[in-house]
Structures are given as structure tokens and as C-alpha cells.
T-cell receptor
Framework: DTGVSQNPRHKITKRGQNVTFRCDPI?????LYWYRQTLGQGPEFLTY????????KSRLLSDRFSAERPKGSFSTLEIQRTEQGDSAMYLC?????????????FGQGTRLTVV | AQSVSQHNHHVILSEAASLELGCNYS??????LFWYVQYPGQHLQLLLK??????LVKGIKGFEAEFIKSKFSFNLRKPSVQWSDTAEYFC?????????????FGTGTRLLVSP
């Protein structure tokens, strides 16, 4: 399977714990995005990388959230001191963007439940 | 702020009925427009896209969408739905004003097609 891969698929954690998610984009894609989706809502943009550089962060991304993309390949999203409001589906997407006209390919997401 | 509206949150149709899902975006200028579909238990998949040219675009599985710039709309249509079209449909937009860098999604329309 050469699509976007996310691990784990599901994560249940206690409030206050730290969690880390991983995303492996399609191999030749230089852009990588993180989105969050809560029940009844569409995905909301969190942050994106062009190669290893993090170019934009949403105001939704509080100080407890950090994302990295070392070497411009896979990416990790860490949430520190999780809160119940962090419960959501976290989606990763990637695209190849030499120009403006391209689409993003999504992974299956990591569903986080904070208890 | 840039936003995307989907007018119908839930739609129930019988097989062979025609479908039209509305999508409007809030902000003008040059845009790229997308419809994504999420089948139960699966990841977001691209249904169709508009970058430029003919405002009537055809996608997979018999879907089409029409871009009407004066109405800031990109409505999705299918002349005859099938049970297998049961899914959630998301309209998404990115703007030249923000470098086409991130997608803004609507809240989604959950379609149920009864056999």
C-alpha cells in the first residue's frame, strides 16, 4: 500500500498523559498536513510542512501540541498533558506541490480518546 | 475569515433518485475546489476537483460538480444514486490568497441511500 499511513489507528489515554502519533506520507510528496476532525465537523487544519520546514500553524494548535518532520519524511504529532477536549480524529495528508494545483491524499487517521 | 458552508447535514434518498449537495465558500479570489467522500470505515478520498477551465467537472462514480463563481458555489450532483453512495461528503476549498496551502472544509453531508 503506497498511500498515507498513520499509526496508531486508535489511542485511548488518561487525561494528563502525553501521546504521539506518526504519519508516513506518500514517498515522493513534499508537503505534509495535519488536520483534526471532531464529531459532526469537517477536518480543521492544524499545521503543515514543506519538506522538513513547518510553515504554518493554526491557532488551534496550542502550546501543548508539537509537530515535527525530521528529514522531510515521516511526521510526528505530540500532545502533552492531554485534555478531554483533545478527543478527536487526527488526520494526516500529503501532496506533491511543485505548483499550486494539486490535491491532498489523506490517511485513515488516528482516533484519540482521552478519558 | 475563509469558510465553507454545506447546507444539508443529512440527506436520505432512495436508489435511483437524483442528488444535489450544496457548497458555498465565503471569500472571493482564485480558488481550488474539491469534493471528498468518506465511506464508512474508510479514509477521505477525492471525488473530484476544480482548478480552472470548464466549470463543470466530472469525477469518479458518475459524480459531477459545477463551479459558479458569481455565487461562490460548487454544488455536487449525481443523476441517479446507488446504495453504495452511502457516505459522508465534504466540500473543501483552498485560496490563492493563502497560497493554496491549506484546505478549509465544510461540516459535511451524511448521505444515506436506501435500497
Amino acid at each position: 500500500d503506497t498511500g498515507v499511513s498513520q499509526n496508531p489507528r486508535h489511542k485511548i489515554t488518561k487525561r494528563g498523559q502525553n501521546v504521539t502519533f506518526r504519519c508516513d506520507p506518500i514517498s515522493e510528496h513534499n508537503r505534509l498536513y495535519w488536520y483534526r476532525q471532531t464529531l459532526g465537523q469537517g477536518p480543521e487544519f492544524l499545521t503543515y510542512f514543506q519538506n522538513e520546514a513547518q510553515l504554518e500553524k493554526s491557532r488551534l494548535l496550542s502550546d501543548r501540541f508539537s509537530a515535527e518532520r525530521p528529514k522531510g519524511s515521516f511526521s510526528t504529532l505530540e500532545i502533552q498533558r492531554t485534555e478531554q477536549g483533545d478527543s478527536a480524529m487526527y488526520l494526516c495528508a500529503s501532496s506533491f506541490t511543485p505548483a499550486k494545483n494539486t490535491e491532498a491524499f489523506f490517511g485513515q487517521g488516528t482516533r484519540l480518546t482521552v478519558v | 475569515a475563509q469558510s465553507v458552508s454545506q447546507h444539508n447535514h443529512h440527506v436520505i434518498l432512495s436508489e435511483a433518485a437524483s442528488l444535489e449537495l450544496g457548497c458555498n465558500y465565503s471569500y472571493g479570489g482564485t480558488v481550488n475546489l474539491f469534493w471528498y467522500v468518506q465511506y464508512p470505515g474508510q479514509h477521505l478520498q477525492l471525488l473530484l476537483k476544480y482548478f480552472s477551465g470548464d466549470p463543470l467537472v466530472k469525477g469518479i462514480k458518475g459524480f459531477e460538480a459545477e463551479f459558479i463563481k458569481s455565487k461562490f458555489s460548487f454544488n455536487l450532483r449525481k443523476p441517479s444514486v446507488q446504495w453504495s453512495d452511502t457516505a459522508e461528503y465534504f466540500c473543501a476549498v483552498n485560496w490563492a490568497a493563502t497560497g493554496f496551502q491549506k484546505l478549509v472544509f465544510g461540516t459535511g453531508t451524511r448521505l444515506l441511500v436506501s435500497p
